[in-house]
């Protein structure tokens, strides 16, 4: 069989831009795979809903009749113990829920100003 003279380096050449295409598209194009578009949405998603339920637990903290002392627990805790703290006081345990959220918590701890290390000066030289 007589095949035309082009054939063989036009296919070569089709399959070598297929290659290159997928591999600039992947790596620089913003292309991803079906599990990993998933995982991306799964993990909005959640930010959404811990974003929309921080009202919620900001609420709880204000109508809470021993939110002085339940702050003040809190805050005499180490820094990475205070999201543990918060969950224990109830403030991250949404109402139909059993147990409190960590993420919950952890965005309540930086809506109430809790974990925020007081502002430092910045560093001055002086340069007279």
């Given at each position: 069989?007589n095949?035309?003279?082009?054939?063989?380096?036009?296919?070569?050449?089709?399959?070598?831009?297929?290659?290159?295409?997928?591999?600039?598209?992947?790596?620089?194009?913003?292309?991803?795979?079906?599990?990993?578009?998933n995982d991306?949405?799964?993990a909005?998603?959640?930010n959404n809903?811990?974003?929309?339920?921080v009202?919620v637990?900001?609420?709880?903290?204000?109508?809470?009749?021993?939110?002085?002392?339940k702050?003040?627990?809190?805050?005499?805790?180490?820094?990475?113990?205070?999201?543990?703290?918060l969950?224990?006081?109830?403030?991250?345990?949404?109402?139909?829920?059993?147990?409190p959220?960590?993420d919950?918590a952890?965005?309540?701890l930086?809506?109430?100003g809790?974990?925020?290390s007081?502002?430092?000066?910045e560093?001055?030289i002086?340069?007279?």
């Open positions: 069989m095949s035309p003279e082009w054939l063989k380096p036009g296919l070569c050449g089709a399959v070598t831009g297929a290659v290159l295409a997928g591999f600039v598209g992947f790596t620089w194009g913003g292309w991803v795979t079906g599990g990993t578009s991306r949405a799964m909005m998603a959640r809903v811990v974003t929309a339920l009202p637990c900001l609420d709880m903290a204000r109508t809470d009749a021993e939110r002085d002392a702050l003040a627990a809190i805050r005499a805790v180490a820094t990475f113990r205070q999201r543990d703290a969950m224990e006081a109830g403030w991250a345990t949404v109402p139909g829920a059993e147990t959220d960590r919950i952890q965005a309540c930086a809506a109430l809790v974990g925020k007081p502002e430092r000066p560093n001055t002086n340069e007279g």
